[in-house]
């Protein structure tokens, strides 16, 4: 009898945060796994490690999603290798603090390639097998922020999340009769290097304790909702709070409120 072919999962932005939490979480649940990031020795410290904690097969690809053709040269790698991907998980992302016209053009360019570009690249080229076996999943990291108005500072970022979420919506609504489920994943603040890039620690470490989540706990339940089917899942009780509260606010309420509270999480110069 033949025996059930490992389900893989390729995990991107894997080196950190809830990139590498995606990857012991799917490593301990007896997946292979693909890594991919840019910082190569991260990624094979984080390989060696569920390799030797749980028995798997790890493959590491070194990729800068900022490079449009990194996506095809990545699949392209894949299928040279023999590696099918059953779990696609677009978790590689950023912020660029400061108001827009701060950064150059190509910081916002490269932005919208790794938020945007890449991950409905990637989804696009992974599609093809997933429908034929009749099983695939994909989550999109995408964020609170995708729900509510666009900040002050940070100015794409709310915007690309948005993308996702409906990017989400529709791809997930295209391919229920194939056996593939499709999950935006919207975490509000999680324990991460994030704002250490960003250069928002200082601002955000103010926040109650409250707000915060656990990128462990965040993952679980985005493994947990992409196998039941939710196509958006928003992490947390008072995340899903925000989000019903700016919903039920006239626009320009809404706007004004985002305005006052954004200085204690955004970078605005």
Not at 118 to 140: D, F, K, S, V
Not at 195 to 206: C, E, F, N, Q
């Amino acid at each position: 009898m033949d025996t059930p072919r490992t389900r893989r999962a390729l995990v991107t932005g894997a080196s950190s945060g809830i990139g590498a939490a995606f990857a012991r979480a799917l490593a301990q649940r007896g997946h292979a796994l693909v890594l991919t990031a840019r910082r190569r020795e991260r990624l094979d410290a984080l390989a060696a490690e569920l390799r030797a904690a749980h028995r798997i097969e790890v493959a590491v690809y070194a990729e800068d999603l900022a490079d449009p053709a990194a996506p095809q040269r990545l699949v392209a790698a894949l299928e040279r290798d023999g590696l099918a991907v059953d779990l696609l998980v677009n978790n590689a992302g950023y912020g660029v603090p400061g108001t827009f016209d701060a950064s150059p053009w190509q910081r916002h360019a490269d932005f919208i390639q790794v938020l945007i570009t890449a991950p409905a690249e990637l989804a696009h080229r992974l599609l093809p097998g997933m429908q034929a076996r009749g099983h695939g999943r994909i989550i999109n990291v995408a964020s609170l922020a995708g729900h509510l108005p666009g900040t002050p500072g940070h100015t794409l970022y709310a915007a690309a999340k948005a993308c996702l979420i409906r990017f989400s919506q529709s791809l997930a609504l295209e391919n229920r009769r194939h056996g593939v489920h499709v999950t935006a994943l919207c975490p509000g603040f999680t324990y991460s290097e994030f704002h250490d890039v960003t250069g928002a620690r200082a601002l955000v470490s103010k926040m109650p304790a409250r707000m915060w989540m656990h990128a462990d706990t965040v993952v679980a339940q985005g493994l947990a909702a992409v196998e039941r089917g939710d196509i958006v899942y928003i992490n947390g009780r008072l995340n899903r709070a925000i989000k019903t509260l700016f919903k039920l606010l006239p626009d320009r309420a809404a706007l004004a409120l985002i305005a006052r509270r954004s200085r204690r999480f955004r970078v605005l110069e």
